[in-house]
Each structure stands twice: as structure tokens, then as C-alpha cells.
């Protein structure tokens, strides 16, 4: 089976606009598979470069970072023994950072290296399957990364021998449970025995988070100080890991404040002044780099991919859930007006590539 070319959302410019157009479809090369794209997921970042002209230089380019579909060519190198034509996977696009381009899953087929995709079990669908990809790598890598170079707390992940359950009575905070990124941060913290888990949302997230493994949910419209006096009483004194899902001015100071001494505050978004704050007051400041293919996601990025299978098939970890947006490719668009516009509460947005006119 072959196909000659696709449709993909290729944004022309820096600041430019997106629009479809017909592009050649790539063959794989050797250790390659070309994946049939079935589901594709919004994310923030997607907004902030067309929006902001921020990280990539290299136009036109392609954006959308987490996807789901069939493997539908293989490379002739790849292990027969873990791969096939007609697989189902999930698999993150990315940004590279040292050629500032990106390599974008907002296209029907989409061309990535074996070693960066995982099986995903029959009783998930497409759509649910896309929503995974960067929030267990945004989430996992910064707390269980061992590399050496990583901004990582080094904790043993729950996935491998001894490491469910292993931090049992230890207290987490998550500020922004109910976005992408909080929710998987959350399910990880429950599997490693984490507790209390503490997090910020909106009061209407709650059920939703008590499900997934937040023991006390607190508003997150209450001030900073209130935040702060609330977690604090919960747990008796400050957090030995933050995870700030947010990271905006106002949560990254709260999460700094609630961090303890000797602690880890890993965020989201880049803060070199905090971050240099943190190591002259003895605090860790961890700013993520949620991204499979870079080198020093190596190794956790693998061990991740080989465990996902059995997480997602167990139950362990939970998709986002999903509004799924009509018109294919067209109607991503409109949805990261929503996102840019905080619009959006507790799912994530969602398009079928293959619907696209
Ligand atoms: N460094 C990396 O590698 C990396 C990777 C991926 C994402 N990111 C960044 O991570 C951030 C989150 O991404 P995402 O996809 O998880 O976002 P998202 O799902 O779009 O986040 C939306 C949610 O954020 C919550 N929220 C907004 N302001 C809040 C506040 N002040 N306190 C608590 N909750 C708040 C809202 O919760 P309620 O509905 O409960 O109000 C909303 O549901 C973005 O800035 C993104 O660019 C970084």
C-alpha cells in the first residue's frame, strides 16, 4: 500500500497563518515508520509559536506534538518482532531546538523513528490515545529522569522493579491539576505512593481529580496566600516536591514559597531568575523539557514508551479527556483560539486528520 501525497496544516511564516495544503508523503527510511495520523491533539505551545514566533525559525513548518494512528509503511530495519503495518500507536511530534525547527503531527501521515513510538492497547481509542504522549513525558521525565543532565528529581519510576508505591506518606503539590500536564503529573504521584496528593483547580474539576488521585483539591481562585496557608496546613509545613503545571507569574511564586528547602519545584515553563533564586537558597528549580526525541530523554523516554502499553491497559494511566473538533485539519484553528483564549476546562481539544476536506 502506498499513497503519493496528504494533507497536512502547515503554518508558511513566523507569525504567519495556518493553512491545509497538499504535500508529497514521505517513504520511511531504514529504523523509520510512516504512521497513518487518526487523531491529533492541541496543545498550548501550538498557539505560542504561530502566535508568538517563539522557538521555531525554520518556515513553513508543521506544528501539533502528540498524535495517534496505524502504523502504515516500516522501515526495512525496523524489528519485525516490535512492529507491524496496522499497529496501533501513539506518537509525539517534536520541536529541536538546536536546528529551531519543528516536526509537527497536524498532517495525515506522519514519518518518525520506531524508537520513538508506542503500541497502544485495542480498548483505546484513537482520540483518547492522542491526549497521552506529552503529558506523561511533561510529567514522568521531570520527576523520575536519571540522566545525569537532566533537571529531574531522580526518583525511582513507578513502572520499574520497586518503584510503585515507593514514596508512601511523602506530600506532593500540584498547581493546575485539571490541565493536560497536572492530570498526568497526578496519576504518576499516585502510582509512586505519593501522599497527600494536594492540587489547584477549578472547584468543578474535583470529581474528575479525585479519581485520578488528588486527595484535597483546592480552589485555585483563592489568593496566594490563601493557597499557600491552606497546602501548608494540609501537610504541616512546606513541600518537598512542587509540580507547577501553570507556571504563570502568580503560581510560579506561590510554588517557590511552598517549596522546601532542599525541594524540588519543577515547572513548565522556563524561569532562569527563579531557577537562580533556587540554588542560592538551597531550592531545586526544574524547568521541563517534555520531549521523547531529545538526547537527554533518552533512556526515560524508552523505558516510558516500553511501560506505556501496560499502564494504559491496566487502567494506571487515564487518558485526558477529549472534545473532539469538527472539519479534520481545519478545525485546529479555531481551537487554539480557545486555548490562547482559556477557553477550555479539564479536556483536550482534539481533530481526526482524516476527516479534512
Ligand atoms: N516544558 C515542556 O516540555 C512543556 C510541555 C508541554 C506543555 N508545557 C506547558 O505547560 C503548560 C500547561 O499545558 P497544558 O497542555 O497542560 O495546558 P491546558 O491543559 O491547556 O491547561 C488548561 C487548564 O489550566 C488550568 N489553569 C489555568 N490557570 C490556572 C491557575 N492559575 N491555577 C490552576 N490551574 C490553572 C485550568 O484549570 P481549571 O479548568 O481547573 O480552571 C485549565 O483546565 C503550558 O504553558 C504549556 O505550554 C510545557
Redesign the pocket.
Known sequence: MSVAQHKALILESKLGQFAVKTVQTPKPGPEEVLVKIEATAL???DW?VQALGILIERYPTILGFDAAGSIFQIGEEVPPTLFAVGDRVLVQGWFDLAEQSAHGTFTQYFLLPYKLVAKIPDSLAYEDAATIP?GVA?AGFPLYNQNESAASVRLTPPWVKGGRGKYAGRPILV??G?????QFAIQFARLSGFSPIVT???PH?TPLLQTLGATHVLD?KLSSEELIAEATKITGGPFEVVYD????E??SSMAYAVTARGGHLVT??SNPALELRAKEEGKNVDF????FKSEVNRDIGRSLLDALPGLLKSGDIKPNRTEILPGGLNGVVEGLER?KN?Q???VKLVVRPQETA
Open positions: 496543545n498550548p505551545l505560542k506529552t511533561t498547581i493546575g485539571a490541565s493536560s500536564m497536572g489547584t483547580a477549578s474539576n485555585r503545571a501553570i507556571a504563570s502568580e503560581t513548565v515553563l521541563v523539557h517534555g520531549v486555548l482559556d477550555v476546562s479539564g
